[in-house]
């Protein structure tokens, strides 16, 4: 069992940064791909990033590539977000989740574990 805690969300104004912190207990990170997705109000989740187990590939989806940027610190067993030129839609519930399996990385199936998830919420 993996219990993942994201933390970093908070009230930003358009074209400011936040930094998402998901950190893991119970096991180790560094065997697993790892994403990050997000949830607004009355929208379906959606794939926001996913980064290997080794760091060494990294997907985005189109809206926030070249703004988002996904890390890892398997060390530290702790995922980050860097999110950068943030845009009121960029406003949702941020969560991290652990690809365990070699199922979908865009699609939230493709996952089994949850974060709580953070809240992300940019002003214009």
């Known amino acids: 069992q993996v219990q993942l805690v994201e933390s970093g969300g908070g009230l930003v104004q358009a074209g400011g940064s936040l930094r998402l912190s998901c950190a893991a207990s119970?096991?180790?990170?560094?065997?697993?791909?790892m994403g990050w997705f997000r949830q607004a109000p009355g929208k379906e989740r959606e794939f926001v990033a996913a980064?290997?187990?080794?760091?060494?590939?990294?997907y985005y989806a189109d809206s926030v590539k070249g703004r988002f940027t996904i890390s890892r610190d398997n060390a530290k067993n702790t995922v980050y977000l860097q999110m950068n030129s943030l845009k009121p839609e960029d406003t949702a519930v941020y969560y991290c989740?652990?690809?365990?399996?070699?199922?979908?990385?865009?699609?939230?199936?493709?996952?089994?574990?949850w974060g709580q998830g953070t809240q992300v919420t940019v002003s214009s």
């Open positions: 980064i290997s187990w080794s760091g060494s590939s990294t």
């Open positions: 119970g096991r180790t990170l560094s065997m697993y791909d």
């Open positions: 989740a652990v690809r365990s399996l070699p199922r979908s990385v865009l699609l939230p199936y493709g996952y089994d574990y």
